[in-house]
């Protein structure tokens, strides 16, 4: 069987769901490698048991446009690193999903003229997928409505069905006879739903548990019977096995992976700003319009709002969990790119 590379990085995002579609490529690749940067990649993939190649690191600044004039000169060096690692393990086709620690990969694959297949996560392509769709032979996406791709859906965990109610009870001390209410935001936090969820605490818990992921950035610290924080969960299963309310921010796998457990979600996407593109938002939209969550913007979030969604999805019944994941579905499209290489 033949080898392939994953690619991407920088953010969980652009890493987790390569991860995800693991023990399905494994039943079609004999060698699986994951090129990427110096982002969360390299701890999370060799914690999966794949290899890790570690390309230069190539990082579009936002904030400070004069540092992206070395970007084309690192960029090409990381390719050229890239083609030396794709050429050495035989790779016969590349997968990309998205972050700047993906380019040097598919780049370094089209040099060798090794077939590459991307994976888009948001409603609308980021920068890194935009440049590789000029080139790459397939572009998939994981919302209906996004153009230049073809439509599958966002590659999903295993291991988000597997979450235990009970593990989460215990080691958060939950009460059995409250409901849960689980916040996060992202690895780094969210300050703006932060600084509410601290304002509300007192009164979500006289409504139920509450399970708050802060992010490794937050200092401040909060001591109160019924709610319990850390700075990052990972035994996010648990926590969502446990959850009766999720209140979260718009980034794309996250809702994928929460909606297709049922959960009653309020989403607070981040905003627009000099330090994002507006993605979330879309994301978000996209889900609301499809029934799936209960959207609240951040313009319009203050404790009595966040209050008063809390007790009314807590009324309405949870969907049905759905573990028709596109995770096949997505390898079978990498396949037909290989396939047609062959001919």
Same mark, same amino acid.
């Given at each position: 069987?033949?080898?392939?590379? #994953?690619?991407?990085? *920088? ?7 390569? +991860? ?8 079609? !690749? ?13 701890? +999370? ?12 690191? %190539? ?13 084309? %000169?690192? +960029?090409?060096?990381?390719? @050229?690193?890239? &083609? ?23 780049? *370094? ?7 590459? /297949?991307?994976?888009?996560?948001? !409603? ?27 439509? /599958? ?7 988000? !069905? ?35 969820? !601290? ?39 648990? +926590?969502?096995?446990? &959850? ?10 996250? #809702? ?28 978000? @939209? ?50 037909? /790119? ?6």
């Amino acid at each position: 069987m033949p080898t392939i590379a #994953l690619a991407g990085g *920088g953010t969980a995002g652009h890493v987790l769901p390569s +991860l995800a579609l693991i023990s399905e490529l494994k039943k079609n !690749f004999d060698n699986i490698i994951y090129l990427g940067g110096d982002g969360m990649e390299q701890d +999370l993939v060799p914690k999966n048991g794949i290899p890790f190649y570690q390309t230069s690191n %190539i990082k579009f600044s936002r904030t400070h446009p004069l540092q992206n004039l070395k970007v084309p %000169i690192v +960029l090409k060096k990381a390719s @050229n690193e890239a &083609s030396k690692i794709l050429k050495e393990n035989n790779v016969d086709v590349v997968f990309g999903k998205g972050g700047y620690a993906s380019l040097p990969a598919l780049l *370094g694959a089209k040099k060798l003229g090794i077939p590459t /297949v991307i994976h888009e996560s948001d !409603f609308k392509m980021g920068l890194a997928n935009k440049l590789a769709s000029t080139f790459c032979n397939t572009v998939l996406t994981s919302f209906p409505e996004t153009a230049g791709g073809v439509f /599958v859906g966002t590659p999903i965990r295993e291991e988000i !069905f597997k979450g235990s109610n009970e593990r989460a009870t215990l080691k958060y001390n939950l009460k059995r006879t409250l409901p849960t209410i689980l916040i996060f935001g992202g690895s780094s936090g969210a300050k703006a739903i932060n600084d509410v969820i !601290f304002k509300v605490a007192k009164e979500l818990t006289a409504i139920g548990n509450v399970i708050h992921v802060t992010g490794k950035n937050e200092r401040r610290k909060l001591f109160l019977e019924g709610y319990s924080s850390c700075a990052y969960a990972d035994d996010i299963n648990d +926590l969502y096995a446990a &959850s009766d309310v999720v209140i979260m921010r718009g980034g794309a796998n996250s #809702l994928a992976e929460a909606t297709a457990l049922g959960k009653r979600i309020i989403c607070i996407p981040l905003p627009k700003s000099k330090h994002s593109r507006g993605d979330q938002i879309d994301n978000a @939209n996209s889900y609301f319009k499809r029934g799936l969550i209960d959207l609240l913007p951040q313009e319009a979030l203050t404790p009595q709002e966040l209050l008063t969604r809390v007790h009314t999805l807590l009324k309405q019944k949870e969907r049905p969990i759905n573990k028709d994941t596109p995770n096949a579905k997505i390898v079978d499209k990498i396949l037909e /790119v290989l396939a047609n290489r062959a001919l």
